[in-house]
């Protein structure tokens, strides 16, 4: 987190698994920042990061808005910066939050476990584990989604 400060990003905060105490020793390490006024767009974010992080790719969050992934190493270990607009890092700091006090040491060593068993075999089931934690964790992340599918146009 010290090098994202030194590159003008701060309020850093670990995510997923890393957040969450979860982590494979194979695990790389999430981290999501809000995007810094003084970087107005993706070019900008480019400019800043270059020679430290390579930019991956954008990705919508729940709210819609972009998120933008970098990624460089540190100490041998790959890092994920996601940045994001500062409500939507608020939202998922909150999210890691709900999830976090909802989890007992039984439940992070069964996680644990059963992200390790899935992790080289089905990556689509890992996915799947994944988002079952954070929606049964997250009263948050459950009414977002409620509020995104009772808007959502039918069919």
Not at 2 to 21: D, E, F, K, R, V
Not at 70 to 98: C, I, M, W, Y
């Amino acid at each position: 987190m010290t090098a994202c400060q030194n590159w003008g990003i701060s309020q850093a905060h670990p995510m997923g698994s890393s957040g969450l105490g979860t982590a494979l020793p194979a695990s790389d390490i999430d981290l999501y920042a809000p995007i810094p006024s003084h970087y107005p767009d993706l070019p900008a974010l480019h400019a800043a990061l270059r020679g430290h992080a390579t930019y991956q790719k954008t990705r919508t969050v729940p709210t819609g808005r972009p998120r933008h992934l970098f990624t460089f190493s540190q100490d041998g270990t790959k890092v994920d910066l996601n940045l994001v607009q500062p409500p939507d890092h608020q939202l998922a700091v909150t999210v890691l939050r709900e999830i976090a006090s909802t989890l007992t040491l039984e439940d992070r060593i069964a996680h644990t476990w059963i992200k390790y068993l899935l992790h080289d075999r089905d990556a689509a089931g890992y996915d799947d584990w994944k988002e079952a934690l954070r929606m049964r964790g997250s009263v948050t992340l459950r009414r977002l989604r409620r509020v995104q599918t009772a808007g959502a146009p039918r069919p």
